[in-house]
């Protein structure tokens, strides 16, 4: 049993060595995520998922008009002929055009042995595609959401 020694105060305290605290990285405080490529494209693989899934749930509505009234189905079909909705269009595109790249790039990860050490070079490389396709598709689109 360690020796006990009084202090100035009159209270026993242990005579061992004391270890010292080990130190907290910057990485152990707050939040881990710190905005890598790993974190964005989580993000943005659940948000263009979570817009695909609503537009589909509005698509498929929409089309089951025709069984209870093509009237109200053609209604609907005329009122998404403007440009916010070709705008959205657009958009729709590019949230598919991002998780389908990305999805791909989950599945390196996971299947590929040197998929985790290289899985920012393909995040960065998904963007690239992805804006090389957007690039392609945006003037076609706004030319025929405009008239042009």
Request: charged share 15%; hydrophobic share 50%; net charge positive.
């Amino acid at each position: 049993m360690p020796a006990k020694v009084t202090g100035a105060e009159g209270t026993a305290a242990s005579a061992t060595t004391s270890v010292p605290e080990p130190r907290r990285s910057v990485l152990s405080t707050g939040t881990l995520y710190r905005g890598r490529e790993g974190m964005w494209s989580w993000v943005l693989h659940r948000i263009t998922g979570v817009a695909i899934y609503f537009f589909l749930l509005v698509h498929i509505l929409d089309t089951a008009l025709i069984r209870v009234s093509p009237e109200a189905y053609n209604a609907v079909m005329e009122s998404y002929k403007n440009p916010v909705m070709g705008i959205g269009e657009l958009f729709l595109v590019g949230a598919v055009g991002f998780h389908a790249l990305n999805g791909l790039r989950i599945i390196l990860v996971d299947f590929w042995k040197v998929g985790t050490r290289h899985h920012r070079t393909m995040f960065w490389g998904v963007l690239g595609v992805w804006a090389v396709l957007m690039i392609g598709f945006t003037p076609r689109h706004l030319m025929n959401v405009f008239g042009g």
